[in-house]
Structure formats: structure tokens, C-alpha cells
């Protein structure tokens, strides 16, 4: 007596699937697995000709990995694509052409030199009639068509390693419109352009959109996903987390939806009263590009440094490490003056533990008892002379300590979970007896169990009396586990929150363009 | 955590590390060999051919180990075989000058450690590819040995100093007593000082070395200090035993020792590899080599065994990474 | 989006129009001609122009390989065996096509091997050369037999010595070939994929671009090419030797680097090559002309390569 009358179906199921007839392409429930992380968890989404589809979501929420499956560069591993309703396979950039979708990248897939017509028509040349040579008057005027289009004055014939960023981008957007794609991809395109090219690259962006061109634009800036997106899709944790439409919608509600309530997961921390100053960084500026950069980190505190990927985090702890070459201002460690490359930094107990644990921290090929003495080696062995003996030992007190799960000390690292090659870097600084440990997005790639484990023992460090500065991309860590923080944008520092102001909202609203 | 009880209850068992089991492949293939050779040859098992085979060896291990050292480092050093000639003609003059042969010596090692360091220097602090820098430098070392001695030949060393080369001790070779001394010493310096396990870290991941403190630049000028020091020892070895110096006097041993090393299970990609190794590398090249040469093989043939056996080497090592 | 001012960045300027090689060339052309009288005069210029042929015909596929991020020391070995099976084909047979085609045989299999090696078993490009290096020099002395190869008709020897249009046979073939080479590289979509293929494979793969084979393809051009010199070799100094070309690799890595094509991100030139080759024919003349010996020559070469290669290094090490 109640199902008859309410037949309408409701508002949010509209809303899921909005009316529009067949999508574009469609995707159904992608997953993609990497060692360690799960980058894309059976994610769906659509899109439809004409329309701007803004895809939002905080650092390694998963869009740059969904994008490389929508273009081919990477096979995802369970999950079906369809193009106007049709199953298809993309498994190669050349499947994703044939589509018609395009990219822009935001590393550059440009070839420094070779000009800018040629980059655009890399892979598409044109043939001349002379068999086997190419015409190349008709490849700049082309290029002079697309180059026309988007507003950049830049000679088709100038070597594309002589452009600035913002130029090469454009050159990037050049190269994905000439393709005449009917689905485009864009990563954060205008990261690094100026207003005047933004501006032209959203007046072409809506004559595609008139034509019927589907746009998936990532942007971090609030203020373009309103002015352009038609709609939104926010992603974390490589989960689909919902949709929402811009008049629906308001900035603060979206950035609820990516930082989320994450997992209940908290780290215990045993907060006190921080010692004497351990890390003072007074008006720092690299090569690297960050300038102007003050800090102050004491011993028994943990110190968060947040802001976007690019914002300057690295280069900071890279700068304090003695790794890149500092311009002006001072570091000072323990009250010292510091200064020379790492190996002074190493000896004068400070400690990185860089962002990429791969390429950075670990010598995969040798074995965890080779990796846990390589930087304690000169305190370890003080007569220069190595002994194994002694070098297993002081591993297997490591191992003991950080509850390192390896079958034995003599395993390549290579051969660990991404948690206990973490362990590892720690490790090897606690043989080297660092007091100032730099850690640079300690938990990227690491399961829940394991980062609870190592937060566990960076508050023992600090216990213990060591300073911590902590990078970190996960909003919901540093609030948990920092007494302070600072936040970075643009390679500068733009604020410091206290305890008290540290929460998400504060991070990402400080951290985020616009506003 | 149950991953952690894992560890704590991991019985503990005999240990072969993958180094170890690599080196006794490698002895088990010489015994081979040399059973191979006993059984088609009359000449091989008798002791002249035994001795000739360990002194060959042992000229080719002093420029082997050195280049060990560079390739551990995740570099290479071509400029060992020219090295040799250059420094056996200036250490050549001098005995020839002074009538010294400790002075000899002195300038033999000086020459070679230097143009070691050089190699070094433009590796570590100039950042060209080793590759390029010490091929560079074979030419101009080439080139500067046959200006220095104009086409003439030094001969005619005092017998004291020739002893180092051809001399016998026992009945042994003294280049033979050389070699393992060497051998020692190397493996003592890789596998038992702090330099020689910063070299292997250097050699896997020069950019983690870097970032654990390591000094790079200084670690690498010293390993291309310790191949050009060892190519003089070479040098001297050689000149000692021929009695005289011309411009092409190890001209044609760059190649053979990369060799050397290679079959010894050094990875080209660095951080892999032990001087060890390298003897038994040199041991089983010599004996194919000698074996060639007991078989009546033309010598025409063995640069070309000799390069086949660098690309095979490095193509089965590069098979064992991507199978880990 | 005021903190995005830095986009505004100027193209950086732009090299002087003046390549640093041509300077270098210039100043030893005025330092020789001061030197030695003889120096300028037409018949030695001339020279000068004959006797870079061979190295012209070595360093311009050198380039394209060096381009790529790859080396090639095989060059002058295989070239010494083409030679010697140019000259035993010629002398058997006494037919010229039959002992080009040898030779070009010869060049293309080592240049496929080569090509085989670095791009399908990924093997370094240099160590792979060098391993064929030693295969080359092995078949040129079991070929030979340690023996030089005499007795070569007067037809070939008049490909180097002979006159076309009054113009010498040696700088035709170079003038051809340089040419083919400018072609090559300016005008089709091999050359621009040689540039990529140096200075970003990635692009080339998401571009759909099977690249593996332009790589094989640019070792056997440099192999062929090996074979075309080895005619020129020959005939020069008329006969086939088995160390005829040891090194001289060398002479063309030499050019290539000194022309300022760099061995990092596919940034070269031809015409660069080409004044790199005639800056070691220049050096080699005047060395000779002031009766320096050969061996001096070559360590002079030796550290004007190392100083061109450190100069690539200041260079490609600005931001």
C-alpha cells in the first residue's frame, strides 16, 4: 500500500547517473596494485562529450595513476573500459589514441631538442611526396594553426629546451590538442602557467566543450574546479569517494570529502615540553628554488612541514642535509653553524630519510646487514677496519629493536615489504647515532600496520631526546602525531600552525592556491 | 606482532652468502676445465704449462684487481692497458738512468697512481661517464707513451730487478707469490675496511651512499687511484719479465682484464662482485686461453673469444638482476 | 595565482651564432699557417680535405649513434676487417661491386649485433662495442692471418687517387655522403626520432613509437657506413692490413665531441661533426707539417677531446 504512490526514483540515484545518454567512455571499477600500495581500488567513473569532469583529490589519492590507465601508459589490473557503450581494451598509448584520448602531462614528455612544431607532431609526421622525407612546411604551418589557437607566440621552430616551464607546458597543450581528441586528459595544467595563458587555455577549453570534446581536468585550485567543472569527482585513498556538482556544492564541503574521516587509526603520541633548539634555519635559500625559509626544531618535538607536492618540502630537508647547495641564510645544528655536503651532516648526527626509499635510501641489491651499517660505518668501526662479525651483530640488535620481519640479516633488502625496508632507513641512522632525524613522507607506500608501528618509534626517538622535522603529504598524520607544524606553498613558508590551530581543514585551506 | 616472532624464531642455519656460492661455481667451472685439458691434452699437466698458466694469470689478476675495485664503484677503466705502457717505459728510463731499480719501481707505481688519480678526478669532480674519461685517456696515454719513446725498444734490466718477474722461489713463479699477496691484500681492503664497504655502497646506489654520508667523489678518485697503482705493478711485472719496454707493452690486456673481472661476477652496474672473484676470472680466462694455445688454435682467435666472453658475461648478469 | 610570476621566465638566450669549434679550427688554421708556410697552399689544403674523408665517413654515423645516449668503439675494428675483405674479394675476383658489397655485408652484421645487443638485451653500449671490438679484431687477423693483403688492382686504388671533374674521387664521396647525412637527420622521420630517442624514449613510447628497431637501425648505418670507409681505406693505402684502422674510433668520437654534439639528452649536429673532422684533419696536418710524430698527434687529440668533454659537461650542467 506504500510502493504504489512513490514511484519517482530519488534525487542522489539522478544524481549518480545523471541522464545524458551513453557516455563517452565509462569506466568500471579499475583497480591497480603496486607493491605495497593499492594506487587505484575498483574505481568507476564516466564521461560524456562536452562536459568538463574535474577530478579532485589530496596527494596520491590516486588520479595521476588513473590517469595513466585512461592513456595507456599503465595496464590496470582488473576492470573494463567502454566507449559509447562498447567494451574496450586499452593496454598501449596506442589503444588510447585510437580512442581519441590525449594527455597533457605535467612531467614533460617533450624532447628538449627538437623544436617546438616537431614535438607537437612527435610520432604523427607528415609525409612528403618525395618518398621517405618529410614536409616540413606544412608541419609549422600546422603548428602555426595550434600554436594560433591557444595563444602562444613562441617560433614553431625554436628547440623546446630553450622555452621556460610555462612555455613548454603550453607547448604540452599544444602537442594534446592537435590530436583532435574527443576526450582530453589535463594534469594540473596551469601549475605553472601565468594568469594571461590560464585564461587562454580556458577560453579553448570551452570552444572544445562546445564542439563536444570531454574534459578530465586534476586541479588542486577551488576557484577553476567552480569556474569550469560541470562535475566533480573526488577520489582518496585510491577510492572513488563520490561525486558532487558545483552548484551543489561549496569548497569547504569538498575538502571535507578528500580529507575524509579516515580509517580510525591513531598514533599514540606522548606529547612534552620540547628541550633546547636543535635545527634553526634563518633565511634559507637554494638553487632549488625555496627562498626565505625560517625554522626552529627542538630537541623532543616532532615538526611537521605540509603544503602541496612541489611546494618546496624536499628541497628544505635536502638544503638542511647539505644535499643541494644553499645560496644564503644560515643552518645551525646544535647551536653550530652548518656547513659542507652530507657527509659532514652525517657526522654531525643529523639523519634524512629521503621520500623515495627506492632510488634514495636503500642499496636494494645488498643485504639488510649492509644497508643497516652503511651510514654507521665510520662510528662503528673507528679503526677503519670492518668486521662482519660485528656489523651482524649490531644488525640483529636493529632488527631485534625495530621489529624488522626478515628471515634472516643476510636478505636483500630489495626483498622486504615496503614497512621493514622503511625500518631498514630508520635503522641504519640509529647505528650511525643521529639525534636530528629529517623524514621526508615516511609512511608513502607503507600499510596501516606498519605506519602505526613507525610512528610508534619516532615518538620513542623523540622520547629519547632527538629532534624530528616531518614531511608528510597525509594531513591526518601530521595532526596527529606533531606539535607543530609550518606550511608550505610555493616554496615559501606561509605559516606556522601551533597544537591547537593543527587540524586538516587548516593544513589544506593554508596549503591550496587561491584563498 | 606476528611479523616480528617470525624473525625472532627463525632457526638459525649455514649461511652461504650469494657471493660465496657465486665464487664456487666459478672454481667448480676452472676444475673443470682444467680436467677438460688434462684429458685432451698431453702438455697441460706438466708443471711448466702449470706454472706458465699461474704466471699469466698472475699478470693478468694485477690489473684485474685494481679494475675490480672501479667496477664495484660502479665505473669502468679502460685506460689500464695503456697505463701499463707508459708507466713500464718511464719506470724503464729511470732504472736505465740511475741504475736504481728502487727508483725504477718508484716511478713505475707514481706514474700509474697518477694518471689514476687524473681518471678520478674527471670522474668524480668533472662528471664525465668513466667510460669516456678513461677511453680518453687510453688515447692520450697511447699516444704519449709512443711520442715519449719514438719507436725505440729499453732492454737489459739489473738481474736483481728482473727477478720480480722472472725469478722462481721455490720453484714458484715470484709473480705467482705477487699475485696472492695481492689477492689478500684486495680482498682484505674490500671485504674488511670501512673504504672498501663504502666502495660497495657507492657501486649499488651511488645516490643512497651519498645521502648516508658517504664522501663519494673522494672514495671514487681513491678506487681510480688503486686501478692505475695496480696497473703499475703490472708494469713493472711486465717489464721485469720481457727484460725491455716498448710503447705497446699492455696495449692488448685492457680488454682481457674487463674480461677477467666480469667472469669473476662482478656486476658492470656496480656494488656486485669480489677480488676473489677476479683471481679465479683471470685463472679461467688464462686457461682458455692456454688451452687455445695447447690445441694449436691460431692467437688470432682470442681477442675474439676474449670479446665474446665480455658480452656473454655481462648479458648473463643482467639476466640474473632481472630474474631478483 | 600571483606566486606563479616565476612562469614569466625568458627564454634563456640563445648560443652565440659562432659554434666554438669553428673558433678552434680558425685558430689553428692561422697558428699552422704562421708556423709553416707550406700550410695554405692549395695543394695541402686540398690534402687536408682527401685525407678527412675517411674519418668524415666514420664520424657522421657516429653522431646519430652518440645522439641516441649510445658509442660505438667497435668502428674501427670492423672497419679493419672490411677492408680486408674488400681487398681479398677485389683481388680474387677482381670485381669492385663484389668487394663493396663484402664490406657493406660486413659493417651492416656487426652494426645489426651491435644494435641487437644494446637495444633488445639492453646490454651498455659500451661494453657491448667493445666485446665485438675484440670479435672484429679476432676476424681480421684469422681472415688476414696476421698477413697484410697485396695486390690490389689499380681500379680501386683510383677511387681514392683518381680525379672526377677535376675535382678528387675522396671529396665527392664525402660531399655525397655528407648530404645523405644532412637528409637524414633534417628531413625524415628517422632523424627526428634519433633526437628522441636521446633526449626523452618515454615521449616516443607514449607516442606510439616503436623505437627498439630506429636503434638497431642506427648501429647498422654506423656498421654500413664502416664498410663505405673501408673502400676509400683500401684503396688509400693499397692494401688490406689487419690493424689498418685500430683506433680510429677514436679520430671519430674525437670529431663527434669536439663538434659539440654532447653524449647527454640528443643534443647534436652534422655540420658540427663535419668541422670536428676537419679540426683533427688540421691538427694531424700541421703536426706533420712541423714533423711532430703520429703518436704525439694522438695524445694531442686525446686531451683536446677531454677538454671538449669537459667543456660539454660546464655546458650541460647550467640550469
Not at chain 1, 577510492?239 to 552548484?247: D, E, I, Q, S
Not at chain 2, 688464462?286 to 658480452?311: F, K
Not at chain 3, 615521449?203 to 647498422?220: F, H, I, P, S
Amino acid at each position: 500500500m506504500r510502493a504504489a504512490v512513490k514511484s519517482p526514483p530519488a534525487p542522489e540515484v539522478v544524481e549518480e547517473k545523471p541522464d545524458l545518454g551513453t557516455p563517452l567512455l565509462e569506466l568500471k571499477g579499475i583497480s591497480k596494485q603496486f607493491p605495497g600500495v593499492k594506487a587505484l581500488d575498483d574505481v568507476s567513473f564516466a564521461i560524456w562529450p562536452g562536459e568538463v569532469h574535474m577530478l579532485l583529490g589530496e596527494n596520491g589519492a590516486g588520479k595521476s595513476s588513473l590517469m595513466k590507465c585512461l592513456c595507456g601508459a599503465y595496464q590496470a589490473d582488473t576492470g573494463a573500459y567502454f566507449h559509447m557503450g562498447e567494451k574496450v581494451e586499452i593496454r598501449t598509448p596506442t589503444d588510447a589514441k585510437k580512442l581519441g584520448i590525449a594527455v597533457i602531462f605535467q612531467e614533460f614528455s617533450l624532447v628538449p631538442y627538437l623544436d617546438v612544431a616537431q614535438n607537437i607532431f612527435l610520432g604523427r609526421e607528415f609525409k612528403s611526396k618525395i618518398p621517405g622525407l618529410l614536409d616540413r612546411r606544412r608541419l609549422y604551418a600546422e603548428a602555426q594553426k595550434v600554436l594560433d589557437r591557444i595563444g602562444l607566440e613562441v617560433d614553431p621552430r625554436t628547440k623546446v629546451h630553450t622555452l621556460g616551464v610555462a612555455q613548454q607546458q603550453m607547448v604540452e597543450i599544444a602537442k594534446a590538442l592537435s590530436q583532435d581528441a574527443s576526450i582530453l586528459v589535463m594534469d594540473e595544467p596551469t601549475a605553472a602557467l601565468s594568469d594571461r595563458e590560464t585564461e587562454r587555455l580556458f577560453a579553448v577549453m570551452r570552444q572544445l566543450q562546445a564542439k563536444g570534446t570531454a574534459i578530465v581536468y586534476i586541479s588542486h585550485r577551488m576557484a577553476e574546479v567552480f569556474a569550469l567543472g560541470d562535475r566533480i569527482t573526488v577520489l582518496r585513498d585510491g577510492k572513488n569517494v563520490g561525486h558532487a556538482v558545483p552548484g551543489e556544492t561549496s569548497p569547504d564541503q569538498l575538502v571535507r570529502m578528500m580529507v575524509g574521516r579516515t580509517v580510525d587509526m591513531s598514533y599514540p603520541r606522548n606529547f612534552r615540553a620540547p628541550g633546547d633548539v636543535v635545527l634553526e634555519l634563518k633565511d634559507i635559500s637554494a638553487t632549488t628554488g625555496i627562498a626565505d625559509i625560517n625554522l626552529v626544531v627542538r630537541a623532543g618535538e616532532i615538526v611537521g612541514l605540509c603544503g602541496l607536492v612541489g611546494s618546496g618540502r624536499t628541497e628544505v630537508a635536502r638544503a638542511v642535509f647539505g644535499a643541494d647547495a644553499i645560496t644564503s641564510g644560515e643552518v645551525r645544528v646544535f647551536g653550530r653553524i652548518k656547513q659542507g655536503g652530507p657527509d659532514v651532516a652525517a657526522t654531525e648526527g643529523i639523519a634524512l630519510i629521503p621520500e623515495s626509499r627506492k632510488t634514495e635510501g636503500l642499496a636494494l641489491i645488498r643485504t639488510v646487514s649492509d644497508n643497516l651499517a652503511v651510514a654507521g660505518l665510520p662510528k662503528l668501526f673507528p679503526n677503519h677496519l670492518f668486521s662482519p662479525g660485528r656489523a651482524r651483530r649490531s644488525a640483529e640488535a636493529l632488527i631485534k629493536r625495530l621489529r624488522i620481519a626478515t628471515p634472516s640479516p643476510n636478505q636483500s633488502v630489495g626483498l622486504l615489504s615496503g614497512g621493514n625496508q622503511q625500518k631498514v632507513v630508520i635503522g641504519k641512522w640509529l647505528a650511525a647515532g643521529a639525534r636530528l632525524f629529517i623524514f621526508d613522507e615516511p609512511t608513502r607506500g607503507i600499510d596501516v600496520g606498519a605506519k602505526s608501528e613507525i610512528f610508534a618509534l619516532i615518538d620513542q626517538l623523540v622520547a629519547e631526546g632527538a629532534a624530528v622535522l616531518m614531511i608528510s603529504s597525509e594531513q591526518a598524520e601530521i595532526v596527529h602525531v606533531c606539535d607543530r607544524a609550518y606550511v608550505m606553498r610555493g616554496r615559501r613558508i606561509v605559516g606556522e600552525l601551533s597544537r591547537s590551530e593543527l587540524s586538516e581543514e587548516n593544513i589544506v585551506r593554508m596549503g591550496m592556491h587561491d584563498e | 606482532m606476528s611479523m616480528s616472532s617470525q624473525t625472532a624464531g627463525a632457526t638459525p642455519r649455514l649461511h652461504l652468502s650469494k657471493d660465496v656460492v657465486q665464487v664456487i661455481y666459478r672454481l667448480l667451472a676452472a676444475g673443470l676445465l682444467c680436467v677438460v685439458l688434462a684429458v685432451v691434452t698431453d702438455s697441460f699437466l706438466s708443471t711448466n704449462n702449470i706454472l706458465n698458466v699461474l704466471r699469466q694469470a698472475s699478470l693478468l689478476f694485477f690489473l684485474a684487481s685494481g679494475l675490480t675495485l672501479v667496477i664495484l664503484s660502479g665505473g669502468l677503466d679502460l685506460s689500464v692497458g695503456a697505463n701499463i705502457g707508459l708507466s713500464a717505459c718511464l719506470a724503464a728510463t729511470v732504472i736505465k738512468a740511475t741504475g736504481s731499480p728502487v727508483l725504477g719501481t718508484l716511478a713505475g707505481l707514481g706514474s700509474g697512481t697518477l694518471v689514476g688519480v687524473c681518471n678520478g678526478l674527471m670522474v668524480a669532480k668533472l662528471r664525465i661517464p668513466s667510460f669516456i674519461a678513461t677511453y680518453g685517456m687510453l688515447w692520450v696515454l697511447h699516444g704519449l707513451t709512443y711520442y715519449y719513446m719514438g719507436g725505440e725498444t729499453i732492454h737489459g734490466f739489473p738481474p736483481g730487478f728482473r727477478q720480480i718477474g722472472s725469478g722462481y722461489f721455490l720453484g714458484i713463479p715470484i709473480p705467482v707469490y705477487l699475485m696472492l699477496g695481492f689477492l689478500a691484500a684486495g680482498t682484505f681492503f674490500a671485504q674488511r675496511t670501512v673504504w672498501g664497504q663504502q666502495i660497495y655502497a657507492i657501486g649499488a646506489n651511488p645516490v643512497a651512499a651519498r645521502l648516508c654520508g658517504i664522501p663519494v667523489d673522494r672514495r671514487l678518485i681513491l678506487v681510480y687511484a688503486f686501478s692505475g697503482a695496480m696497473a703499475g705493478v703490472a708494469s713493472l711485472v711486465f717489464l721485469a719479465r720481457l727484460n725491455s719496454a716498448e710503447g705497446d707493452i699492455g696495449e692488448a690486456l685492457t680488454l682481457p682484464a674487463v674480461a677477467a673481472v666480469l667472469i669473476g661476477g662482478a656486476s658492470l652496474f656496480g656494488g656486485v662482485g669480489t677480488v676473489f672473484g677476479t683471481f679465479v676470472g683471470a685463472l679461467i680466462l688464462t686457461l682458455v686461453l692456454n688451452g687455445m694455445n695447447l690445441l694449436a688454435v691460431n692467437a688470432s682467435w682470442q681477442p675474439l673469444v676474449t670479446g665474446v666472453i665480455v658480452v656473454l658475461a655481462v648479458w648473463l648478469d643482467m639476466i640474473g638482476r632481472r630474474r631478483t | 595565482m600571483s606566486d606563479h610570476a616565476l612562469s614569466a621566465a625568458q627564454p634563456r638566450p640563445r648560443l652565440p651564432a659562432i659554434p666554438g669549434v669553428a673558433i678552434v679550427l680558425v685558430a689553428l688554421a692561422l697558428v699552422f699557417a704562421a708556423i709553416s708556410p707550406n700550410f695554405l697552399s692549395t695543394g695541402n689544403l686540398s690534402n687536408i680535405l682527401v685525407q678527412s674523408v675517411i674519418l668524415l665517413l666514420l664520424a657522421m654515423p657516429m653522431t646519430l649513434i652518440i645522439m641516441t645516449e649510445g658509442l660505438d668503439l667497435s668502428m674501427g675494428a670492423v672497419l679493419t676487417l672490411a677492408s680486408l675483405v674488400l681487398a681479398l674479394t677485389v683481388v680474387s675476383t677482381q670485381s669492385l661491386v663484389l668487394g663493396l658489397a663484402g664490406a657493406v655485408g660486413v659493417g651492416l652484421a656487426f652494426g645489426f649485433v651491435n644494435g641487437w645487443l644494446v637495444s633488445s638485451l639492453r646490454i651498455p653500449p659500451f661494453v657491448a662495442t667493445l666485446g665485438t671490438l675484440g670479435v672484429a679484431q679476432g676476424l681480421a687477423l684469422i681472415v688476414s692471418d696476421g698477413q697484410s693483403v697485396v695486390g690490389i688492382p689499380r681500379f680501386l686504388r683510383q677511387v681514392y687517387s683518381g680525379e672526377t671533374a677535376g675535382i678528387p674521387n675522396p671529396i665527392l664521396i664525402g660531399a655525397a655522403f655528407y648530404a645523405l647525412f644532412h637528409v637524414l637527420l633534417y628531413h625524415t622521420k628517422f632523424g627526428v626520432y634519433i633526437r628522441a630517442l636521446g633526449g626523452n624514449r618515454d615521449a616516443l613510447t607514449l607516442a606510439g613509437v616503436k623505437w627498439q628497431r630506429m636503434l638497431v637501425a642506427v648501429y647498422m648505418l654506423g656498421g654500413a657506413m664502416a664498410g663505405v670507409a673501408a673502400l676509400l681505406l683500401t684503396a688509400r693505402i693499397n692494401a688490406g692490413h689487419p690493424t689498418a684502422a685500430i683506433g680510429m674510433e677514436f679520430d671519430a668520437i674525437a670529431a663527434v665531441a669536439l663538434g659539440g654534439t654532447s653524449f647527454e639528452r640528443g643534443n647534436g649536429w652534422i655540420f658540427g661533426t663535419l668541422l670536428g673532422v676537419l679540426t683533427v684533419g688540421v691538427l694531424r696536418n700541421g703536426l706533420n707539417l712541423m714533423a711532430v710524430p703520429s703518436s704525439a698527434q694522438v695524445a694531442a687529440t686525446g686531451a683536446l677531446v677531454i677538454v671538449a668533454l669537459f667543456l660539454d659537461g660546464l655546458r650541460s650542467r647550467k640550469p
